[in-house]
């Protein structure tokens, strides 16, 4: 029995890929997208030795693209074998893959405008709609907490991740002619305490670990610090009458943003102004959160019951349009608009900061980390003028990173959830972030646990 490493490995935060192979089964956990990282084209393309026709199954642990991104090239190589995952996991699957069909078929529309006019060869896209609708035609819905055969001789379990909605660690009891091996892989885990999902589960049995170590190397701000803090943006935005603009993620950070506003209103902290969510995507996610409350925590529920969230939302408008978009040009402060993308690097959030940088009243809140090269990152660093479409903007509105609303566990809680197999002694593979994080969380679990990790390099193999 053996697993190779066809992503998140050797210091790579994203593309998680885990090909895992026994006597009588191949399957994979994960085939995500490499995002952000040098040659990145490149390594999103088939691995040479995996052939997708060979395949059992796809195990997902949850919906983000850097862990599902690439499952539409699987079927443009005939796989057709199940893909099984959460039914939250699914449907937001299904909405980011679609997203990412779109915005590549934009991209590689205007590169090949391009190579058209120097006479260079057309591109091809990685893939299309119609290839994502293919692979989710074999989504195969499964329960959290109960064992699923999902290939011959491997039972599966998915359990509370805490990460995103239906985001889930995936533990595999694999058997064949050699015996029984236990595994399992974190996916990304969840910070603790946070509203609306339930805290991640730590595993006990399992005889290998494969943990995550996006934040490995240190701990979040405290939360309720950062609700503080945006707490005290909101009251300035709305002393000077000034819009305050979000570039926001649009699956996990808006509906978080939308019940911590929710709860801002319930307590009369602030009087309710107008909110804008402005992104298709983030208001189809929202539906979907929506649809899935069995998965909220328990704070959530009673809340709910106890006083709709609507009803503390009563000032929130979803601008789906592009004219609906556009008319939030003529609206006056105090109003909040979130809008992607995340990182200012493409999507609605341009127009607004076109519009309102330059305005001494408007507040730029940035909610999650802003990659190098990024408008969002020029701004976070102090740019005192940026270009938008061509056109040079100055920076005169107050800008705020909020550092505490990350989805990810910090040190402390990766420390925490390895700690409940830690007794037990497993082997420990340590993948799924950037080298000093790897080291820093290895080096902690060491010391902690007596247990010493192992830090692959991609296309590695680990022999269970």
């Known amino acids: 029995m053996r697993v190779t490493l066809h992503g998140a490995a050797g210091g790579e935060v994203t593309g998680s890929a885990y090909l895992v192979e026994t006597a ?11 995002q952000g990282v040098a040659k990145a ?20 642990t949850h919906a983000h693209l850097d ?17 099984f995952g959460t039914q939250a996991t699914g449907e937001l699957t299904n909405l980011i893959l679609r997203d990412s ?15 058209q006019r120097a006479g260079q060869k057309q591109l091809e896209p990685l893939y299309r709609v119609e290839d994502v609708e293919a692979v989710m035609s074999l989504f195969r819905p499964v329960p959290l907490n109960a064992p699923v055969d999902v290939a011959p001789g491997v039972t599966a379990r998915w359990v509370e991740a805490g990460h995103m909605l239906g985001s889930a660690s995936i533990h595999l009891t694999l058997t064949d002619d050699s015996g029984t091996k236990t595994a399992v892989f974190s996916g990304d885990l969840g910070p603790k305490n946070m509203p609306i999902l339930r805290d991640a589960e730590p595993d006990q049995q399992a005889e290998t670990v494969f943990l995550e170590s996006t934040y490995g190397a240190r701990n979040h701000r405290p939360f309720q610090e950062t ?12 002393s000077r009458q000034g819009k305050v603009l979000v570039p926001t993620f649009a699956v996990g950070r808006a509906q978080l943003l939308l019940v911590i506003l929710a709860g801002i209103f319930r307590r009369q902290l602030l009087p309710k102004f107008p909110v804008y969510l402005d992104s298709p995507m983030a208001i189809e996610a929202t539906q979907i959160y929506r649809r899935h409350a069995e998965l909220f925590d328990d704070d959530l529920i009673r809340e709910i019951q106890d006083h709709p969230l609507e009803d503390d939302l009563s000032t929130l408008q979803a601008t789906a349009t592009a004219e609906e978009s556009k008319a939030l040009n ?38 999650g980390y802003q990659g190098d090269g990024t408008l969002g990152r020029r701004l976070v660093d102090g740019a005192r ?13 107050t800008i705020h990173t909020l550092g505490g609303f990350s989805a990810h566990a910090g040190q402390d809680d990766l420390l925490e959830w390895f700690g409940a197999v830690a007794p037990r002694h497993p082997r420990l593979i340590v993948t799924h972030g950037e080298a000093n994080n790897q080291r820093a969380l290895a080096e902690k679990i060491h010391e902690r646990y007596q247990v010493s990790a192992e830090i692959p390099r991609l296309g590695d193999v680990i022999t269970l």
């Open 227 to 238: 609700v503080q803090e945006f707490l005290t943006v909101l009251q300035s935005a709305i």
């Open 330 to 367: 003529h609206v006056h402060g105090p109003c909040l608009i979130m809008a992607g993308a995340g990182m200012c690097n493409a999507g609605r959030i341009l127009h607004h900061l076109r519009q309102n940088l330059w305005r001494t009243e408007t507040h730029v809140v940035f909610v």
């Open 24 to 34: 009588q089964a191949r399957l994979l956990v994960d085939f995500g997208m490499f």
């Open 41 to 60: 084209e490149q390594r999103n393309r088939l691995p040479r030795d995996l052939n997708p026709r060979n395949l059992d199954a796809v195990l997902l």
């Open 101 to 115: 069909a779109k915005v590549q078929a934009q991209d590689f529309e205007r590169i090949n405008r391009r190579r």
């Open 67 to 83: 862990h599902s991104g690439r499952l539409p090239m699987l079927v443009k190589s005939r796989f057709d074998s199940p893909v």
């Open 385 to 397: 003028q940026v270009s938008i479409f061509g056109e040079r903007i100055a920076v005169r509105a």
